[in-house]
């Protein structure tokens, strides 16, 4: 029955030997995983992060704008009041209004204040009488600003925003980083499946030999039936792991195809062995740098403090000594006819400065200032304790994978080694020098020396892959990830 069994399999295997699909850790994590839905919405985010941030720099190049307001139609009685004698009638207000407007709009970054050149027209028309008015403005000029605090707001305002750039691409190569990741631990579930399938069917090849064997020596008398019917129970759980794990590696492959936003077929598909590529040992001067440099974490500490000084700034401005300027000046004419609206036109100048000058509100400004102290004082403690946090875990993570890496040379050997002494146990099993037993606990324990080889390995990737996340620098290559993450 096994041989049978075993046969078919063979024969499935070979039908399906054709057009296969090479699956590598390489490509799954360095190729396809980049080309993933997952990995195209954050290009989409990124994009939006990017725009934004020429929409805040074009904040500084002249805009302009144009402004029609064709009909304004009022048909109604309307209630007056005489400037003569006071007293008050209704008279028939049958008109329509209409503007027209240019302004262009400047605003002026190290003084922080807005520059404003504008021209206008508008026109009135009266149906009762049949007459037109025009109302120009061919030239307004007003500037605007605070008297004190303008540059500085800006000064924070461009580090903040620049800040908040640098951090938005940081983000992005780190979110690609951990699709990357998320890839890698989806194609080592293909791996373990793939290799615990492929050693139940080596087993199952041999049980199948050794269920002849077993019967051969159960007829010279050389074994008996309950020692014959352990080997039977063996060569059962060879099947059942075989048929567990092979729908254990289908499932898993659909969740890593879906996951890459592949289409094509898995029927046919050829799982290589990861090639262990990765560095013996990582130092952790090298780590702490590229992660001071790089890490997301430090670019969002840096974000905090900044903010945390802009409201300190901003709240010890509101509520001291301040004022505000505006400049005007412009040019405006009335005239019945369109022909004469622009013709000799008046000039027109303005200047108005407002203080704002606390003088007694019971220490209330003054309280806001120090509420306002403390609570930057405790952000930045908060800050201190979040970096020597981080530095903390990066020291554990660093020395973490270098422990991996040794566990996993470890794990690699016995696996082998394990592997080596199943099949000599096995030879010796047709000359009736070893036991059913023996056979029984060497294939547990080559199961249990898999387990530990794919749990090290497991580890190994997911360390590195996590400060490769971290400092977004790849240690193999020896480069920075934004220079290759950037120009896909």
Known sequence: MLHKYFLSILLFCATQIQAQTVITLEKVVNEWSLASPTAQKAKLTFENTLLNHKNYLKEFLPSISFALNPISFNHSLRLMQSPEDGSYSYVNDYSNSSNTGVTLQQKIGPTGGTLFVSSNLNMLTEFSRRQYSFNTTPLTITYSQELFGGYHLYKKKRKLEQAKYDNATKQYCSEIADIQTKALNAFLNVFLTDLTKELALKNIQISDTLMKVSKAL???????????????????????????????????????????????????????????????????????????????????????????????????????????????????????????????????????????????????????????????????????????????????????????????????????????????????????????????????????????????????????????????????????????????
């Not at 792991?241 to 094509?264: C, H, M, P, S, V």
């Not at 201190?384 to 660093?398: P, T």
């Open 218 to 488: 159960l007829e010279k008398g050389n074994l008996t039936e309950y020692e014959y019917k352990q080997a039977e129970l063996q060569a059962n759980n060879n099947l059942y792991i075989y048929e567990t794990a092979l729908k254990d590696w289908q499932n898993a492959l659909r969740t890593l195809w879906t996951f890459l936003g592949k289409e094509e077929a898995i029927d046919s598909i050829l799982v290589k062995a990861p090639i262990f590529s990765l560095p013996l040992e990582i130092n952790f001067n090298t780590v702490n740098k590229y992660a001071r440099q790089n890490s997301p974490f430090t670019l969002t500490q840096k974000i905090k403090r900044l903010e945390a000084e802009q409201t300190l700034f901003t709240t010890k401005l509101n509520n001291r000594f301040n004022g505000n300027i505006i400049i005007s000046y412009g040019l405006n004419q009335y005239a019945n006819r369109f022909s004469e609206a622009y013709r000799q036109p008046s000039h027109s100048q303005g200047v108005t400065i407002g203080f704002q000058i606390p003088i007694f509100q019971w220490g209330v400004n003054r309280n806001k200032i120090r509420i306002a102290q403390n609570n930057y004082e405790s952000s930045i403690i908060e800050l201190q304790e979040s970096e020597d946090n981080f530095s903390n875990e990066l020291k554990d993570k660093v020395s973490a994978y270098n422990h991996d890496v040794k566990l996993f040379f470890l794990s690699k050997q016995s696996y082998q080694l394990a592997q080596e002494q199943y099949e000599i146990l096995s030879r010796k099993f047709q000359y009736s020098r070893v036991s059913v037993y023996e056979i029984s606990s060497i294939q547990t324990e080559l199961y249990e020396a898999m387990k530990r080889y794919y749990a090290s390995m497991q580890a190994v990737w997911n360390q590195f892959y996590l400060l490769r996340k971290i400092t977004l620098y790849d240690f193999t290559q020896q480069c920075e990830l934004t220079e290759s993450l950037l120009k896909r």
